[in-house]
């Protein structure tokens, strides 16, 4: 434990996180939970226009909001070539290292899941309608 209580809490929320996305994937690996979540947050912050991203980091846990910011500049032109790019593209972009995280939908999904979780419902329903269409299947999915 350290001396900053705040800093606990929001480690010991992103290990719970990580664990329930690697139970989803059914595997004990936080190395690729964390690559399933990284993957995950930046294809959807990447389709959604800059007042939603912020709206949806809001509800993250501290440390997963960092995570989702990481490496992000905010432009119309950003929006627009991540809409003209498939969302499993990018995905695969950013786990190609992880063979056993090919099956982007299937992590999506599980990441999916864990947000359906532990987020507000109404901050979801409020960004999943902004998504593409192929993107709002997996939430479906991924709420069941």
Not at 20 to 34: C, K, S, T, V
Not at 47 to 70: K, N, Q, S
Not at 97 to 111: C, F, K, P, S
Request: hydrophobic fraction near 40%.
């Amino acid at each position: 434990m350290s001396n900053a209580p705040i800093l606990d809490t929001s480690i010991q929320r992103a290990h719970e996180w990580l664990h329930d996305i690697g139970r989803g994937l059914g595997f004990d690996n936080e190395h690729a939970a964390y690559a399933a979540l990284r993957a995950t947050l930046h294809a959807l912050r990447d389709r959604l226009p800059v007042e939603l991203v912020a709206h949806f980091g809001a509800g993250l846990p501290t440390l997963v909001r960092g995570i989702y910011y990481d490496g992000w500049h905010p432009s119309a032109a950003r929006l627009r070539e991540a809409h003209a790019e498939d969302f499993r593209q990018s995905m695969r972009r950013e786990l190609h290292d992880h063979h056993e995280l090919q099956n982007t939908d299937q992590v999506a999904i599980a990441v999916m899941g864990v947000m359906h979780e532990r987020m507000d419902a109404g901050q979801i329903d409020h960004i999943v309608d902004a998504l593409p269409k192929q993107v709002r299947e997996l939430w479906r999915i991924a709420r069941q």
